[in-house]
């Protein structure tokens, strides 16, 4: 089955520490996306990858790092610098036509 | 005024009843839109791009209207199971960096 794989599901961190989201997808797709929704709230772009080697920061990049060393992988680090960490991450990955989602990890920070 | 922005709901529809929202956008050069789907605490799917010339899928149309910068949903006898956030989603242009902005979403609920 294609598609795109988070882990973990659910996820506690003490203030302070940096913390890896894993996302992986099958779907021989270029670009790739991690977004943060709040309740209540819409999708907002952490960051992006076109390509492999290459990444963008979105419109909340601050606090966030990635990396994007092969094609199927796009982890998320939630470095300490981030002020406001608990939310549910989202990664994607797009074709021409449609934008795919994982499953989402839910990170609670206290 | 934010890029997109839609009605945050709810709305407590009867089963079998028509239910309609809008969403309007800020940037009059987007080119795509879509309606996704995301029920509680999962991931949004997409539901149907939305075409200019408006579109159906079985209980669902989709209608743009770029004069008045807004698009809509219509769901048409309504299902207890099409109770869910509705996400509007609209594709900036290729100058603001080709990528999707998302509403808060509207919230609708079935009820028997």
């Known amino acids: 089955d294609g598609g795109i794989t988070q882990s973990p599901k659910y996820l506690f961190r003490k203030e302070g520490q940096n913390v890896t989201l894993s996302c992986e997808q099958n779907?021989?797709?270029?670009?790739m996306y991690w977004y943060r929704q709040d309740p209540g709230q819409g999708l907002r772009l952490i960051y992006y990858?076109?390509?492999?080697?290459?990444?963008q920061k979105g419109d909340i990049a601050e606090g966030y790092s990635v990396s994007r060393e092969k094609k199927e992988s796009f982890p998320l680090t939630v470095t300490s610098a981030q002020k406001n960490p608990t939310a549910f991450y989202l990664c994607?990955?797009?074709?021409?036509?449609?934008?795919?989602f994982g499953p989402g990890t839910r990170l609670t920070v206290t | 005024r934010k890029e997109v922005e839609q009605d945050p709901g709810p709305f407590n529809v009867p089963e079998g009843a028509t239910v309609a929202f809008n969403c309007t956008y800020s940037?009059?050069?987007?080119?795509?839109f879509f309606w996704y789907r995301q029920d509680c605490r999962k991931e949004p799917k997409l539901l149907m791009s939305?075409?200019?010339s408006g579109n159906e899928d079985g209980r669902f149309t989709a209608q743009l209207n770029r004069a008045s910068q807004y698009i809509s949903l219509l769901i048409r006898d309504s299902k207890l199971s099409d109770s869910a956030t509705y996400l509007c989603?609209?594709?900036?242009?290729?100058?603001?960096?080709?990528?999707?902005?998302f509403g808060g979403g509207t919230r609708v609920l079935v009820k028997p």
């Open positions: 994607a990955s797009r074709s021409t036509s449609e934008q795919y």
């Open positions: 779907l021989n797709h270029d670009a």
């Open positions: 990858s076109q390509i492999v080697n290459d990444f």
């Open positions: 940037n009059s050069a987007s080119q795509s």
């Open positions: 939305v075409y200019s």
């Open positions: 989603v609209v594709n900036r242009p290729p100058a603001a960096g080709n990528k999707l902005t």
